[in-house]
């Protein structure tokens, strides 16, 4: 089992709809990731948070530290948002920063 | 500023040549590091850096080279390409921060390596 699971794998949405992504992760933790890369392209960090919710423009991440959670939201959803979004785990033990990835969940938005 | 830059984008080599794949930083990032990306599985470390004359191996580290003789530089060596190096390279930095465990992810586009 990977230490850190994303659901789901791969998201289908209108344009317009609101779109939740689920990361779960089973090792205490002092910072979490969201992560966006396009098609062919480079690699975004969206937000980083250790406890509560962050919001960036149509974009809105939680994190439940108890329940080893994180959601990432999205709302009115737009084409221009189909990308993988990656979750990213800061272990809280261990040298400096060895993320832990999950392996991302794939989001196309249809007009 | 440039952020974090990597070159080549694209390379195709055959089995037992080497390489060496370049990273800089212009943020003075005493962090960084390199990932390789493969269909189904998350980044996975190659290497990583702490600060100049400092580095350490990751979770796939053979095969694989690094130096660090300034903050702004990290090149990763391929030695003796072998196929199973078929992959996306990133490299990655960031501020180590007061924990040394937190601060945000720059990455670089990506080098698409190809080993025949």
């Known amino acids: 089992k990977n230490e850190v699971e994303q659901s789901p794998q791969n998201l289908t949405a209108q344009e317009g709809e609101f779109i939740t992504i689920n990361c779960s992760y089973s090792?205490?933790?002092?910072?979490l990731h969201w992560l966006q890369q396009h098609p062919g392209g480079g690699i975004v960090s969206l937000f980083m948070?250790?406890?509560g919710k962050k919001k960036h423009g149509r974009l809105i991440a939680t994190i439940n530290i108890q329940e080893k959670h994180s959601s990432l939201h999205i709302t009115a959803s737009h084409p221009r948002d189909s990308a993988v979004y990656i979750c990213?785990?800061?272990?809280?033990?261990?040298?400096?920063?060895?993320?832990?990835f999950g392996t991302g969940t794939r989001l196309q938005v249809t007009l | 500023n440039a952020g974090v830059t990597q070159t080549p984008k694209f390379q195709v080599l055959k089995t037992g040549q080497s390489m060496t794949l370049q990273c800089a930083q212009d943020?003075?990032?005493?962090?960084m590091s390199w990932y390789r990306q493969d269909p189904g599985m998350g980044l996975r470390l190659i290497h990583y850096?702490?600060?100049?004359?400092?580095?350490d191996q990751g979770e796939v580290p053979n095969g694989y080279n690094v130096s660090r003789s300034t903050t702004e530089d990290f090149p990763l060596r391929l030695l003796s390409a072998a196929p199973s190096q078929t992959s996306v390279y990133f490299c990655?930095?960031?501020?180590?921060?007061?924990?040394?465990?937190?601060?945000?992810?720059?990455f670089g586009e990506g080098s698409r390596l190809t080993v025949l």
């Open positions: 990655a930095s960031r501020e180590v921060g007061t924990t040394s465990n937190t601060g945000e992810l720059f």
């Open positions: 090792v205490g933790i002092s910072a």
């Open positions: 948070l250790s406890s």
């Open positions: 990213a785990v800061n272990p809280r033990t261990g040298t400096a920063s060895k993320l832990t």
């Open positions: 943020m003075n990032h005493e962090y």
């Open positions: 850096s702490v600060g100049a004359g400092i580095t």
